[in-house]
Antibody
Framework: VLLVESGGRLVQPGGSLRLSCAAS????????MTWVRQAPGKGLEWVAS????????HYVDSVKGRFTISRDNMYNSLSLQMDRLRVEDTALYYC?????????????WGQGTLVAVSS | EIVLTQSPDTLSLAPGEKATLSCRAS???????LGWYQQQPGQAPRLLIY???IRATGIPARFVGSGSGTDFTLTIIRLEPEDSAVYYC?????????FGQGTKLEIK
């Protein structure tokens, strides 16, 4: 299983960014997928999860209404659309594979993509 | 929301000793839906334990998860230098799927 994140960069507060995660080595459509972030020098924070067909999504309160998780099973791709970005969204964003029966433990992780929000 | 509190914040032990890491939940974690992760410096987290006590693929038997309800423990027996890392617990019994703040394990 290989998960490769991309799309991270420096962006101004209030701006938008779209992160992507390319998955290979798995039957992508069989699993829930999750985004987890880690601010510099801080711990892990669960951000969002999505079920196999995109019909069920969950978000941490701090990003609700600003971030949107989505997936394209035809292209084995996971996305995170990030709008109205804040300084506190600065972090390394990881894509992770959850289970087939729910947003379970995260058995596979990418190496992360860095988002920096600053003026 | 379930809040997970890990203790201690930092643990310093010698090779060969046993480490006991605690994860306490603010309310019962349903069906022991709790995982433990290891994160070494500069690396992505790695799943160690799921459903509180089941070792993930390739994880040595030195890593033992236990507990239920609100109290969970990760025990690492016969510590090795490469066990130096930050360890996190996470529940997945229902959204939000929160992580604990982490325990930093240092091997002297």
């Amino acid at each position: 299983v290989l998960l490769v994140e991309s799309g991270g960069r420096l962006v101004q507060p209030g701006g938008s960014l779209r992160l992507s995660c390319a998955a290979s080595g798995l039957t992508f459509g069989d699993f829930w997928m999750t985004w987890v972030r880690q601010a510099p020098g801080k711990g892990l924070e669960w951000v969002a999860s999505i079920d196999q067909d995109g019909g069920e999504t969950h978000y941490v309160d701090s990003v609700k209404g600003r971030f949107t998780i989505s997936r394209d099973n035809m292209y084995n791709s996971l996305s995170l659309q990030m709008d109205r970005l804040r300084v506190e969204d600065t972090a390394l964003y990881y894509c992770a594979r959850a289970g087939s029966s729910g947003a379970t433990s995260l058995a596979y992780w990418g190496q992360g993509t860095l988002v920096a929000v600053s003026s | 929301e379930i809040v997970l509190t890990q203790s201690p914040d930092t643990l310093s032990l010698a090779p060969g000793e046993k480490a006991t890491l605690s994860c306490r939940a603010s309310q019962s974690v349903s069906n022991s839906h709790l995982g433990w992760y290891q994160q070494q410096p500069g690396q992505a987290p790695r799943l160690l334990i799921y459903f509180a006590s089941i070792r993930a693929t390739g994880i040595p038997a030195r890593f033992v998860g236990s507990g239920s309800g609100t109290d969970f423990t990760l025990t690492i027996i016969r510590l090795e230098p490469e066990d130096s890392a930050v360890y996190y617990c996470q529940h997945y019994g229902g959204s939000p799927y929160t992580f604990g703040q982490g325990t930093k394990l240092e091997i002297k």
